[in-house]
């Protein structure tokens, strides 16, 4: 049975730096405020969104939400994250999705002020994550590389394993984890053996969002499993959260993220993280 890494614990720790640094801002007369944009009702979103405002509260973030209605036009949004782009008052942004079929992801995201774009997502904080020099890199995929090192890997030739291949995740990870020179292999609905994929990997990270595409039957005896996924399913009449991977719990892991509790809190921090940073850069224009 694996060691659960306790992303909890990881992302209370982050919180408590986020913390200061934003003390020592506002001992300079800045503050951070994060500005999160929704288009439309949703379960899931709603609920990142309870979890956001409570860490913003915690680390002494000013916390806005913006609920727009589901039918608002892809122009109407970009019209507002350009207001908060021009917004001096706010340094921080965050577009929640999923967005509304009518809209454009990528090019909503396009509209984002790169210096504010908390989540990492624009293409310019992308391009520089590929740079070698990092600015803002994509929250989730920072938190997954965070669960990883807590384990006191050493990832230098280890052979690392992604499935999924989203801009948000997958991609980046797998940037992450070349960086601390894992030699990496990235899979997604071309993989031909996915199964056999799984089985050599000492490292595997699986951001797709499917119940039971990974078996723990197939993972590698002491290998680290990062499940990204947030899934929920009926069992027994019941709704439940489960992540990408099922049986890790019975395998021969050596370390798994639980899920809930595993990357999620960590990648809630980490925006904090991000949005306190961004202030600071920002300082000369507050």
């Known amino acids: 049975m694996p060691q659960l890494i306790d992303g909890k614990a990881l992302a209370t720790k982050i919180e408590a730096e986020t913390a200061r640094e934003a003390l020592a801002l506002e001992s300079m007369g800045a503050s951070a405020v994060l500005a999160t944009v929704q288009v439309g009702a949703h379960p899931a979103v709603d ?17 806005r939400r913006t609920l727009l209605a589901a039918d608002t036009s892809e122009r109407q949004l970009m019209r507002e994250l350009d207001a908060l782009a021009r ?7 965050m577009l929640q999705t999923p967005l509304p079929d009518h809209i ?21 904080n992308l391009g520089w994550l590929l740079s070698d020099r990092p600015g803002m890199v994509p929250c989730t995929a920072a938190a997954a590389l965070e669960c990883i090192l807590a384990t006191g890997i050493e990832l230098r030739g280890k052979r690392a394993v992604v499935i999924g291949h989203s801009e ?9 984890l ?8 990235v899979c997604h ?12 990997a000492e490292v595997l990270v699986v951001a797709v969002g499917k119940a039971g595409l990974v078996q723990g039957a197939d993972l590698r005896p002491g290998c680290i499993v990062v ?9 027994d009449g019941k709704r439940r959260i489960v992540g990408d991977v099922s049986g890790v719990a019975a395998s021969a892991a050596a370390w798994a993220t639980p899920v809930p509790g595993g990357v999620g809190p960590v990648t809630v921090a980490l925006l904090m993280r991000n949005c306190v940073r961004a202030t600071a850069r920002q300082l000369p224009s507050l």
Request: glycine letters at 8%; charged letters at 25%; a negative charge.
């Open 47 to 63: 609920l990142y969104v309870r979890h956001q405002a409570r860490a913003a509260e915690r680390t002494g973030i000013a916390f």
């Open 178 to 185: 070349m960086e601390r020179l894992a030699t990496v292999t």
């Open 104 to 124: 454009n992801t990528r090019a909503v995201r396009r509209a984002l002020d790169p210096a504010k774009d908390v989540e990492g997502v624009h293409p310019t």
């Open 87 to 93: 917004n001096h008052e706010v340094s921080g942004v």
């Open 227 to 235: 499940d990204v996924g947030i899934n929920e399913i009926e069992v």
């Open 168 to 176: 948000t995740v997958g991609k980046p990870i797998a940037i992450l």
């Open 189 to 200: 609905h071309g993989t031909l053996d996915l199964p056999a994929e799984v089985r050599a």
